[in-house]
């Protein structure tokens, strides 16, 4: 059994008993613990599963749902800060700017702060609450608040966001292709970003260096939609040389 087809039957297992441990997991497929960790990582990356301490359990809504907010600012903290210090020069210049409710563009919003001629438009639950001593001024979409995301969806969310028209869309993903474009895990909060891009005037993508040459679940956008690509550390060659020769200017 290869790689991609052990993936395929981890899924349908994992679905069917909701709930599982990398032992047993390790012992099913006869593989190690530590390929069974990797290949969970994999899953968890397109938001198939969420991973627990030494298990896993499948996200009853692929479509909405997924790792819990608290959970994903604790991921890869030093990267998101390497992404905020890298983006703040492009951020700064802007007056109005679309947000999305990732933990990536939180921290790169705390170093606004004190910019006072600076509106934020966002789906976001947590920016005014952890931001509520910046200068900037904070316009929330409303809507169908989820729980686990710690964000505004539906159709209410996306209705106010179509009622105004912003300079910068700033948004994350959970992988990105050079074939395949933008992708994220949760279609509800596509949705959302989806429209943040279409009220935008121009849109820059935080990504770290793990999500490159990733597949996750849902088409966000092709590539020719952004404008600014910023990371954490160089991509490999073939990206730089896209963003060169298509006009995408990637901040590493």
């Known amino acids: 059994m290869n790689g991609k087809e052990r993936l395929d039957s981890l899924k349908r297992q994992i679905e069917a008993s909701r709930k599982t441990s990398v032992s047993e997991l390790s012992e099913t497929f006869h593989v190690t613990g530590e390929t069974i960790r990797r290949d969970l990582d994999k899953l968890e990356q397109e938001g198939f599963v969420t991973r627990t301490h030494g298990g896993v359990v499948w996200n009853a809504d692929p479509l909405g749902g997924g790792m819990h907010f608290l ?81 505004y969806q539906g159709t209410l969310a996306k209705e106010n966001l179509k009622r105004y028209n912003v300079e910068l869309a700033v948004i994350s993903c959970k992988g990105l292709m050079i074939d395949q474009g933008v992708m994220d895990s949760y279609e509800t909060e596509a949705e959302i970003k989806k429209v943040m891009l279409g009220q935008a005037r121009e849109v820059a993508l935080l990504a770290d260096h793990t999500k490159f040459n990733q597949m996750a679940f849902v088409h966000l956008a092709d590539l020719d939609q952004i404008n600014y690509i910023v990371t954490d550390r160089k991509p490999d060659e073939p990206w730089v040389e896209y963003c060169a020769e298509h006009g995408i200017r990637l901040i590493y």
């Open 71 to 151: 959970r994903r600012k604790m991921k890869n903290p030093e990267a998101k800060r390497e992404i905020a210090g890298k983006v703040y020069s492009l951020l700064e210049s802007h007056k109005t700017i679309a947000a999305d409710s990732s933990t990536t563009v939180l921290e790169s919003l705390r170093m606004l702060s004190s910019k006072s001629d600076l509106m934020v438009l966002t789906n976001s639950a947590v920016v005014s609450q952890d931001l509520a001593d910046a200068s900037f001024t904070i316009l929330e979409t409303g809507g169908v608040f989820n729980a686990r995301s710690l964000s």
